[in-house]
Every structure is written in C-alpha cells, then in structure tokens.
C-alpha cells in the first residue's frame, strides 16, 4: 500500500497562486499514477489533473487547463499541483490519488480506478 499526505492548501484571492503537495510513503511511489480531484460542497469528486508513473502524459480537466499543472518528483516521492490564476470556482476539498500502474496505456479520470486516497486538503478562493 501507499500512504498520501496532502498539504499546501489555505484561504487565497482570486488571481493567486498556491502549490499542493502529495507525500507519499509505504511503497514506490513511481510505480503508482497520480492524480488530483476535487469536491465542492455538494457536487461529486472529480478530476482536476492526473499524471502517468513516468511523468511522461498528463491530464487536466477543460477548467484548469492553461492554469494547473500537475508534476512529481518520484526521487521525492512527491507529487505537486501548481495553481496559478485562482477563481471562485476553485473552491474546493482537494484530493490527492494514486493506483498501482499494472500496464496501463492511458491515464485515468475516474475516482473509482484509483486505489489510494489522502485526507484532502481544503482551497478556498475569495473574490
């Protein structure tokens, strides 16, 4: 198993920038594809962004593209998700996955796929 740690959330303005962090531990955590969603009160989890094991194809969601970018340090264990240019809409729990990478060619979007989870880490963005 591995276990993430979510940090580096808080309370922004619109237009800012913040960078969440995923520490992992437990396992080899290259071996795992990472992904980050989020939840706003009352709407499902879903995804923001997701990166294979090898850093080597990413993902993001139509409404952060051209504004997050998701990376990681495997040599870390870490995973990161850059935010710039914050909204309103931001405004969420943020959560960070990973799955054991058996052979996939694509990434995932969906929550049910990925095997660990953290506790999540709340943004909220004022206007």
């Known amino acids: 198993q591995v276990q993430l740690v979510e940090s580096g959330g808080g309370l922004v303005q619109a237009g800012v920038s913040l960078r969440l962090s995923c520490a992992a531990s437990?396992?080899?955590?290259?071996?795992?594809?990472m992904a980050w969603f989020r939840q706003a009160p009352g709407q499902e989890r879903d995804v923001v962004a997701a990166?294979?094991?090898?850093?080597?194809?990413?993902y993001y969601a139509d409404s952060v593209k051209g504004r997050f970018t998701i990376s990681r340090d495997n040599a870390k264990n870490t995973g990161y998700l850059q935010m710039n240019s914050l909204k309103p809409e931001d405004t969420a729990v943020y959560y960070c996955?990973?799955?054991?990478?058996?052979?996939?060619?694509?990434?995932?979007?969906?929550?049910?796929?990925?095997?660990?989870w953290g506790q999540g880490t709340q943004v909220t963005v004022s206007s």
């Open positions: 996955a990973a799955r054991l990478w058996v052979g996939y060619t694509k990434i995932s979007r969906e929550a049910h796929e990925y095997d660990y």
């Open positions: 990166i294979m094991w090898s850093g080597g194809s990413t």
């Open positions: 437990g396992r080899t955590f290259s071996r795992y594809d």
